[in-house]
């Protein structure tokens, strides 16, 4: 069983559709997370949720929107994608934030053409 | 602003030979700190933390890592380099990390 899952895996798109990443973790966490990485492997911190509730939001354009309908899950909207999106965008998990080590999921590569 | 520095976008070594791998972090409150690794294509995996105690922390793959507080500096280090061991390394803080360090391992 994989512990945190992200889907799809690929996503390729063209600018200005709409598109939504699911994340699921299995691990009975209460922290999620999601994160872009760029072309340079920079990893930025986009969103975190504990227990459901938003506790991080970093800068970030108002085109993407994160959901978490129960502490297992949280899936990332984006809205009117642009070039700039393409990236690979990973969703984390720990038991706690700051103190627990993170669980990450695969990845999903996004390409906005 | 809390932050995390790798100052080395790449280290390469010998197969066989020691390995290092830098971090320096600025945070306040405790320093909670972590080592992951990622392979081509995958997530991060978790190598090592510190939270407290001992200095020398020992983690995954033979890998460990010395914390320093008056250098601030919590260095990942191997004995013995692995080409197995060629990969990006990140050092973190709560949600942060620092850019990234490519290592590799020379045959």
């Known amino acids: 069983d994989t512990a945190v899952s992200q889907t799809p895996k690929y996503l390729v798109t063209q600018m200005g559709n709409d598109k939504s990443i699911k994340c699921e973790q299995n691990l009975g966490h209460d922290t999620m997370y999601w994160y872009k990485q760029d072309s340079k492997k920079f990893l930025k911190i986009m969103f975190s949720y504990n227990n459901k509730e938003l506790i991080i939001n970093e800068t970030v354009p108002n085109r993407f929107s994160p959901k978490s309908p129960d502490k297992a899950h949280l899936n990332l909207h984006i809205n009117s994608l642009e070039l700039g999106d393409s990236a690979v965008y990973f969703c984390?998990?720990?038991?706690?934030?700051?103190?627990?080590?993170?669980?990450f999921g695969s990845g999903t590569q996004l390409s906005v053409l | 602003a809390q932050s995390v520095a790798q100052p080395e976008d790449q280290v390469n070594v010998a197969e066989g030979n020691p390995l290092t791998v830098k971090c320096t972090y600025s945070v306040s409150g405790n320093p909670y700190l972590f080592w992951y690794v990622q392979y081509p294509n995958r997530g991060l995996q978790f190598l090592l933390k510190y939270i407290t105690g001992d200095n020398l922390v020992k983690g995954s793959y033979g890998f460990e890592a010395e914390f320093n507080k008056s250098q601030t500096s919590f260095h990942l280090k191997k004995p013995s380099a692995l080409v197995s061991d060629s990969a990006l390394y990140f050092c973190n803080y709560k949600y942060i990390f620092g850019t990234g360090t490519r290592l590799k391992v020379l045959a």
């Open positions: 984390a998990s720990s038991q706690t934030t700051g103190r627990e080590k993170l669980f």
